[in-house]
């Protein structure tokens, strides 16, 4: 998933991107399938899936709000909660488990003190766990929005929170 | 690289595409030494381009970028050594490379001939520089992959310097879609997604359909944990896949595809975007490809998270817009698929292997493989091996080979106990079938499948109960809920299988999940459910005294099971108060620089302790 562009823990002007949400389901509208696609760029533009956007995509696509509410809650991607600046996912891939992803995501539940699923209460994080990213030769690893850290271990997982929490920087180095 | 848009663009024949290839074999960027460097996912996250970065800055000190090119090319293989690059005068590969590292490349082997020691792989005492030398390398037959690190994914020149497209010209102007498909027949491939149904006969069906609308998809929903050959094809050589696609389409008469791509690989959408940019430029997509009269188009589909849509009706359900449940079959895609359209649907891995299959010919591929399993299968080869990565190998390879000679043998250690192989639908190989080869009937009498080919590799501190139950809530949380069998019988299986691992199990349990794995399979909806039971009954198989001694003694022998393990400190303690800090329910007491206890009754089996205690004085059993 990309970053939001938009992250929902601020004050950013929700009814600006409506707008500019409008647009971009006007432009699915030939597209046969387009739901799916609209709802990804609704995700992405806010950072989860507001009501007033699911009428405007109803609206526009001329679908029933209940087909669209099943097809948010069948896809984990879709979240109809706002979701923290830092979107953390632990891999609970197979490669990931055998090499102590559970203990990783222990260690997170308690630095952040959230379940998952959660967000801190500041909104900077939100807990996730995914299912393989596909970079199992690095396992364990996290994904914390973008970036990758690899080969993470419970104890280093503290550092990882705290340099998010503190600096906000791009990239955390990650002793391998 | 030169500015192709100025030769020739779009290509208007057959003839065109020849010249355009000898232009650019011909040109000197083609020719110039080159410095390969890593740009798969694993080495990105490794920072390969930083490296890349820094190795070109003292190319240009050294005044010899434009003597010397750097390719950005796909995954090399060996993702656990990333950053990885092979220096291409004399195939050296160094691993493990920080951009500090570039000063001394460029100086000492670049100009002058010797090779950074410290950088290259080692192989027991030995260290081998050269890349064909190294057993990871060596063992592996490279034929899907064999672009994959040549070329940088993201030219389309690259990739028809090394015959690209050649395959499609060939097609469009040598052969009926007849052809084409017996060809595919004769050469015995068989989908790589995991079922291994013969390509040629799925393209037979829908290309004897007089529908004017036909579909053509690739599965790129690589949901498997554990896979990830799929996502280095696309993010390595992404047009392989594209002119394999274009060839089926032609094959069975469609004009519109669709790849849906997980969301979890922005990569690999990114690479496959530009890939489809390029061929509709150039002439090779959209209308009248090549000249011929034949017009296809092709658009990528995100998935949102959801593991069921990897099976090919709920995969076409989720391009509708629709939530991706299956759907029964009879009537196959084949005759009634996307939007009630004749639809084939085939696998990343499955498509690649399309251009080479038609150049060389069906005969030629049938070489390679054994009797009823044909060609090359890639495996993500991962968990407790010294080497992991992607791997390539001719089908029926022994699965001894896979991990000894080129994953290296175990990483910790300790022995080889189990490889997990085809994912949730899959199951383990205990040591005793390490010589199993690594075909479809092979891997099925054993009570695994193919699968796609991811395969994770375990040593003796997994605890093959934990495994079954790793399985069993994966595919649990992800059935769709369609149908009862999955949904409630997975769910009861669970139940049971933690109840075992909490330390709660009855002998009787056992049974239940026996019987229930019968149920679950038989009367499941789609693919996802009649394999659920898989990995419980292969391990239940292979392992049985592990599941009984989990009921009856109460005991995990591997110490994974949180119930059943105890935590203890050794006189080798310190009292230097750090497990004591972490512990997050206070459960250690113990003044400073006194040996510490742990109060079992409060503890929650987190394991800070031992993993924050620096004197090994922690033991968990």
Same mark, same amino acid.
């Given at each position: 998933?990309? !970053? ?40 992405? &533009? ?8 699911? &009428? ?30 830092? &979107? ?5 891939? !197979? ?30 994080? !939100? ?10 030769? &690095? ?38 | ?21 000898? /232009? ?19 080495? #990105? ?19 010899? *970028?434009?003597? @010397? ?53 080692? +192989? ?9 030398? #190294? ?11 064999? *672009? ?7 030219? %389309? ?31 015995? $491939? ?22 004017? @609308?036909?579909?053509? $998809? ?27 696609? #274009? ?19 922005? $990569? ?48 076409? =359900? ?35 292997? %399309? ?31 010294? =080497? ?8 029926? /390879? ?37 010589? +199993? ?11 695994? @499948? ?16 934990? =495994? ?6 994966? =595919? ?27 330390? *709660? ?42 599941? %009984? ?49 742990? *109060? ?7 394991? $800070? ?13």
């Amino acid at each position: 998933m990309s !970053t939001p562009e938009k992250c929902a823990c601020g004050n950013d002007d929700e009814d600006g991107l409506i707008e500019r949400l409008e647009e971009i389901i006007s432009s699915y509208k030939e597209t046969p399938g387009a739901l799916i696609p609209v709802l990804q760029a609704t995700q992405s &533009l806010f950072g989860y899936i507001p009501q007033k956007a699911i &009428l405007k995509i109803s609206e526009i696509l001329n679908e029933p709000l209940s087909s669209i509410f099943g097809v948010i809650t069948f896809y984990s991607f879709f979240s109809l909660k706002p979701r923290g600046k830092y &979107l953390i996912r632990v891999c609970m891939g !197979t490669a990931c488990y055998v090499q102590g992803a559970n203990e990783v995501l222990t260690a997170l539940q308690q630095q952040l003190e959230i379940k998952v699923g959660e967000t801190t209460p500041d909104k900077l994080f !939100t807990l996730d766990i995914g299912r393989c990213f596909g970079a199992c030769g &690095l396992a364990p690893i996290i994904m914390v929005n973008d970036d990758v850290h690899q080969f993470v271990k419970s104890s280093a997982v503290a550092k990882i929170i705290k340099n998010y929490r503190l600096h906000e920087p791009k990239t955390v180095e990650v002793q391998s | 690289m030169m500015d192709l848009n100025k030769l020739m663009c779009p290509i208007k024949s057959s003839s065109e595409l020849l010249a355009l290839h000898q /232009t650019i074999i011909d040109s000197k960027e083609f020719k110039s030494d080159k410095i390969y460097i890593c740009a798969g996912g694993g080495c #990105i996250a490794s920072g390969s381009m930083k490296v890349k970065d820094a190795i070109a800055a003292q190319l240009e000190q050294a005044q010899l *970028n434009d003597k @010397i090119s750097i390719v950005e090319t796909g995954c090399l293989g060996p993702c656990a050594l990333g950053p990885v690059m092979i220096i291409g005068k004399d195939e050296t590969f160094y691993q493990n490379v920080k951009p500090k590292d570039a000063h001394e490349i460029v100086e000492q082997h670049i100009k002058g001939d010797t090779i950074v020691e410290r950088l290259i792989h080692p +192989v027991g005492e030995k260290k081998v520089a050269k890349r064909s030398d #190294i057993p990871f390398f060596k063992n592996q037959k490279k034929d899907v992959l064999r *672009n994959c690190g040549k070329i940088n994914p993201t030219k %389309i020149a690259d990739y028809i310097s090394f015959g690209g497209y050649q395959a499609l010209s060939k097609v469009l102007t040598e052969m009926t879609s007849e052809k084409v498909v017996s060809e595919v027949t004769i050469s015995g $491939l068989r989908g790589r997604g995991g079922a291994g149904f013969p390509t040629g006969v799925k393209w037979g069906y829908a290309s004897k359909s007089k529908d004017p @609308i036909k579909y053509i $998809l690739c599965n790129a929903d690589e949901g498997d944990p554990g896979a990830f050959m799929d996502r280095s094809i696309l993010e390595g050589d992404p047009h392989s896949v594209l002119e394999g696609m #274009i060839i089926g389409a032609y094959a069975i008469g469609s004009s519109q595809g669709y790849i849906y791509v997980r969301a979890e690989y922005p $990569l690999a959408v990114e690479r496959f975007q530009i890939a489809i940019d390029q061929a509709r430029e150039f002439g090779l997509l959209g209308e009248n490809i090549l000249g011929s009269g034949f017009n296809f188009d092709l658009e990528i589909r995100k998935g949102s998270g959801a593991f069921v849509c990897g099976e090919e009706t709920a995969l076409m =359900v989720s391009i509708e817009g629709k939530r991706g449940e299956p759907r029964p079959r009879p009537p196959f895609p084949a005759e009634k698929g996307l939007w009630n359209k004749p639809t084939v649907l085939n696998n990343v891995e499955t498509f690649s292997n %399309i251009p080479q299959l038609i150049l060389e010919g069906g005969e030629h591929y049938a070489k390679t493989g054994t009797d009823k399993s044909k060609g090359t299968k890639i495996f993500a080869l991962a968990g407790t091996v010294k =080497v992991s990565g992607l791997v390539e190998v001719a089908v029926g /390879t022994p699965l001894r080979e896979l991990v000894f000679d080129i994953g290296g043998g175990i990483s910790t250690g300790k022995k080889y106990k189990a490889a997990q192989i085809g994912g949730p639908s899959g199951g383990c190989i205990p040591e005793q079938h390490l010589d +199993v080869p690594l075909d479809y009937e092979s891997l099925n009498s054993l009570g695994a @499948i193919m699968g796609s080919g991811g395969l994770i590799v375990m040593d003796e501190s997994s605890c093959m109960v934990d =495994v079954a139950r790793f399985f069993m809530e994966f =595919v649990q949380e992800e059935s769709c809920g369609k149908c009862t069998p999955c949904r409630e019988g997975t769910a009861r299986m669970l139940d049971l299988l933690n109840k075992i691992c909490d330390g *709660n199990g009855e002998m009787s349990d056992l049974d239940e999940l026996e019987k229930l794995s019968g149920t679950v399979k038989n009367a499941s909806l789609c693919g996802l459910g009649q394999t659920a039971p898989n990995p419980f009954q292969s391990t239940f198989r292979y392992f049985k005294e592990e599941y %009984i001694e989990h009921i009856r003694d109460k005991k995990c022998r591997t110490a994974v099971c949180k119930s059943l393990i105890k935590f203890e400190i050794l006189d080798a303690c310190n009292g230097c108060q750090s497990c004591k800090k972490v512990c997050p329910v206070e459960a250690i007491l113990g003044d400073k620089k006194q040996q510490h206890i742990i *109060n079992t009754d409060l503890c929650i089996r987190c394991g $800070l302790c031992l993993s924050t205690c620096k004197f090994d004085a922690i033991i968990k059993y």
